[in-house]
């Protein structure tokens, strides 16, 4: 039985693998940034819109407690409306708060994976870079010896 031949790669296959690997890297780096920003401005856009709920909730909390008291008091149809108004608003921010804050979450995690793989993409990148440096010298001309 005849030992099966092994090819051996040629050198124009390797460089055009290699050229093909660093495209590749290049490409990844440049969508892991954009991704990255993307993500970024949709994190701070639900950040954002998590404070203006909080602080609405804060002030109907206060204005929920000013209409108790005067429901209170004065029990009349239009302090228990304002009272009733007050309660189904406050509710309905505390809903929106909470579907909030799960966006949040996922766009945290998200980030951080983002974050990640941006930095090692931007690490290969550079120890890449360094190895093409140095890989790419210049041959040093090498002085002849004068004869003595």
């Keep these: 039985m005849a030992a099966a031949k092994k090819t051996v790669k040629k050198n124009a296959a390797l460089?055009?693998?290699t050229d093909t690997?660093?495209?590749n890297l290049e490409a990844a780096a440049a969508d892991a940034a954009k991704a990255l920003?993307?993500?970024t401005k949709k994190s701070k856009q639900s950040s954002a819109e998590?404070?203006?709920l909080s602080k609405k909730r804060v002030a109907l909390i206060k204005r929920n407690k000013t209409a108790a008291e005067k429901a209170k008091k004065n029990p009349i149809a239009e302090n228990k409306k304002a009272l009733a108004a007050v309660a189904k608003e406050l509710t309905a921010v505390r809903k929106e708060a909470?579907?909030?804050?799960?966006?949040?979450a996922a766009d945290y995690a998200e980030l951080s994976g983002l974050r990640?793989?941006?930095r090692r993409l931007a690490a290969y990148g550079?120890?890449?870079a360094t190895a093409d440096k140095v890989l790419n010298k210049p041959k040093k001309k090498v002085r002849r010896?004068?004869?003595?």
């Design 15 to 17: 460089v055009k693998a």
């Design 21 to 23: 690997s660093l495209a």
């Design 37 to 39: 920003a993307a993500a």
């Design 50 to 52: 998590g404070k203006r």
């Design 98 to 104: 909470a579907k909030n804050k799960i966006v949040r």
């Design 116 to 118: 990640m793989t941006n």
């Design 126 to 128: 550079k120890v890449l």
């Design 145 to 148: 010896r004068r004869k003595a």
